[in-house]
């Protein structure tokens, strides 16, 4: 009786012993993403530049072209919310012509006229150094309805 006693008994220590050490692997630190911040997300997100105008006039001088997800893959991974989209580009002139936009007027097929517009959006990332990285969105929104009412044939 006392060996099923001890059998049992070294049946539970081993278990026990091989809980307590699977339990002390390697710490897997989370990365933060769009979680919870940890204490250290907090502090790099106070060294995030607040652009000012200077740097907003850069912005819609020019489209940037889309760049998301570069800084994640850099190790930056500490990312403010992405901005409010701006018009990067002047509209483009009205393509009275564009088959695009198009209504139905007396039964006929007509072109309304189109026109586009270039818009970024964009967010800063920042990594365990400090160091800052910019990813952009880009996006064209089309308009109709500046002109047009050329027949389009239908085939």
Not at 21 to 49: N, R, T
């Amino acid at each position: 009786m006392m060996v099923l006693h001890m059998t049992k008994l070294r049946g539970f220590v081993g278990a026990a012993v091989l809980v307590m050490l699977s339990a002390c692997g390697p710490a897997e630190e989370q990365l933060s993403g769009d979680g919870e911040l940890s204490s250290s997300s907090i502090e790099l997100s106070s060294v995030i530049p607040v652009p000012d105008a200077e740097m907003l006039q850069a912005l819609t001088s020019s489209c940037q072209p889309a760049s998301e997800g570069n800084c994640i893959g850099a190790g930056y991974l500490v990312c403010t919310d992405w901005s409010a989209q701006y018009e990067c580009a002047p509209k483009t002139a009205c393509d009275p012509l564009n088959p695009i936009c198009k209504t139905r007027v007396d039964g006929q097929l007509v072109t309304t006229g189109t026109e586009y517009q270039d818009r970024n959006s964009y967010r800063v990332c920042s990594n365990s150094q400090g160091g800052t990285c910019t990813e952009f969105r880009f996006d064209r929104a089309r308009t109709c309805g500046c002109g047009g009412g050329y027949p389009i044939s239908e085939t």
